[in-house]
């Protein structure tokens, strides 16, 4: 038996959330290449929190056990890559969605979709990173690819207090990058600066409708945000620059011109997390062993336990969450 957040339609259709014991036979089965993980830490995403409320039907079939990431030991393994004992970390492949995911003490997944845990890094430490850091590492190798470097200017992260900005801002300064943190907590500016934030400015200055051209200021932006915060900082990046886009906090839309880009020959970024190859994602983690400050992770997360997490789901939605929530699902 297992303790799992468990997502189940009641009678008027709304998703309810409880946590429950649940028996081993219950997790997916694969015809080949199927691997059972101990899980240690999980963590609440913004796809998360949308799950566990029911605010977006994210949730591909019910019942469910959410949660986009996980990290932990592996106890089975019917696949080559894997062996007990293995330490393991698991970001996206539409677990959480369509496949049970990591709120749980113990999962069921393809060997494909799973990453060995960085020699470096405890269970811990990778989940305190999960899908955001390594969403931003993404992010920040879209920039590099494009020959963004630290010496060309400023560098935009919207959404800035969020699990993908917070962890992006860190990186950027650590590799030399001057940075620029938007936001709509003016509280956490010391936050923002401590992670290495060189300027912080209000997320006002770019959330509302604006000119197709504005002046232009950055060399690079990761977005979390899309919209017309998307769409500004598309119209403020310089000549030749890139914008790297992997968010949606303020909305699907996109209200921008062709402008920015048969003008000055700005670059548009997609950056997927969830469907990325195996090869970009042991760059990224190779990367996030490498370059991340450690320091980050005592200031960007914190842990609760398997039941808080519900709470905290509900809590993310609002924005009122800062940096990582880790679910220590044993807890």
């Given at each position: 038996?297992?303790?799992?957040?468990?997502?189940?339609?009641?009678?008027?259709?709304?998703?309810?959330?409880?946590?429950?014991?649940?028996?081993?036979?219950?997790?997916?089965?694969?015809?080949?290449?199927?691997?059972?993980?101990?899980?240690?830490?999980?963590?609440?995403?913004?796809?998360?929190?949308?799950?566990?409320?029911?605010?977006?039907?994210?949730?591909?079939?019910?019942?469910?056990?959410?949660?986009?990431?996980?990290?932990?030991?592996?106890?089975?393994?019917?696949?080559?890559?894997?062996?007990?004992?293995?330490?393991?970390?698991?970001?996206?492949?539409?677990?959480?969605?369509?496949?049970?995911?990591?709120?749980?003490?113990?999962?069921?997944?393809?060997?494909?979709?799973?990453?060995?845990?960085?020699?470096?890094?405890?269970?811990?430490?990778?989940?305190?990173?999960?899908?955001?850091?390594?969403?931003?590492?993404?992010?920040?190798?879209?920039?590099?690819?494009?020959?963004?470097?630290?010496?060309?200017?400023?560098?935009?992260?919207?959404?800035?207090?969020?699990?993908?900005?917070?962890?992006?801002?860190?990186?950027?300064?650590?590799?030399?990058?001057?940075?620029?943190?938007?936001?709509?907590?003016?509280?956490?500016?010391?936050?923002?600066?401590?992670?290495?934030?060189?300027?912080?400015?209000?997320?006002?200055?770019?959330?509302?409708?604006?000119?197709?051209?504005?002046?232009?200021?950055?060399?690079?932006?990761?977005?979390?945000?899309?919209?017309h915060t998307l769409a500004n900082a598309c119209a403020m990046t310089r000549y030749g620059g890139t914008v790297t886009a992997?968010?949606?906090?303020?909305?699907?839309?996109?209200?921008?011109?062709?402008?920015?880009?048969?003008?000055?020959?700005?670059?548009?970024?997609?950056?997927?997390?969830?469907?990325?190859?195996?090869?970009?994602?042991?760059?990224?983690?190779?990367?996030?062993?490498?370059?991340?400050?450690?320091?980050?992770?005592?200031?960007?997360?914190?842990?609760?336990?398997?039941?808080?997490?519900?709470?905290?789901?509900?809590?993310?939605?609002?924005?009122?969450?800062?940096?990582?929530?880790?679910?220590?699902?044993?807890?």
């Amino acid at each position: 038996m297992f303790n799992a957040i468990h997502l189940e339609k009641n009678a008027d259709n709304a998703t309810l959330a409880t946590v429950r014991s649940l028996d081993e036979s219950a997790l997916p089965t694969f015809d080949t290449g199927g691997v059972t993980v101990a899980v240690d830490y999980s963590t609440i995403n913004y796809k998360d929190g949308l799950a566990i409320t029911g605010k977006s039907p994210v949730v591909r079939k019910f019942p469910m056990v959410p949660g986009i990431d996980f990290a932990g030991t592996v106890t089975a393994s019917e696949h080559a890559d894997w062996k007990v004992g293995d330490q393991v970390v698991l970001d996206g492949w539409g677990v959480g969605e369509s496949h049970w995911g990591g709120l749980a003490q113990q999962a069921r997944v393809s060997g494909d979709w799973l990453v060995r845990c960085p020699a470096s890094m405890t269970t811990y430490e990778a989940m305190a990173i999960g899908t955001a850091g390594y969403t931003a590492m993404l992010s920040v190798m879209a920039l590099e690819r494009q020959g963004v470097s630290a010496a060309a200017g400023e560098i935009l992260v919207t959404g800035a207090t969020g699990g993908v900005g917070s962890f992006a801002v860190s990186l950027l300064k650590t590799l030399g990058y001057r940075v620029v943190a938007s936001t709509g907590k003016a509280s956490e500016a010391a936050f923002l600066q401590a992670l290495g934030a060189a300027e912080v400015i209000d997320r006002a200055t770019l959330s509302s409708p604006g000119k197709p051209l504005q002046k232009e200021r950055w060399t690079g932006v990761v977005d979390t945000v899309g919209s017309h915060t998307l769409a500004n900082a598309c119209a403020m990046t310089r000549y030749g620059g890139t914008v790297t886009a992997c968010g949606l906090a303020q909305g699907m839309d996109f209200p921008v011109t062709v402008a920015p880009f048969i003008l000055r020959g700005v670059k548009l970024i997609g950056v997927d997390s969830v469907m990325a190859p195996l090869a970009v994602r042991n760059e990224a983690w190779t990367r996030l062993a490498r370059d991340l400050d450690r320091k980050a992770i005592e200031r960007i997360a914190r842990t609760v336990g398997l039941a808080a997490a519900i709470d905290v789901a509900k809590e993310i939605l609002t924005g009122s969450v800062r940096g990582r929530v880790v679910v220590d699902v044993n807890r």
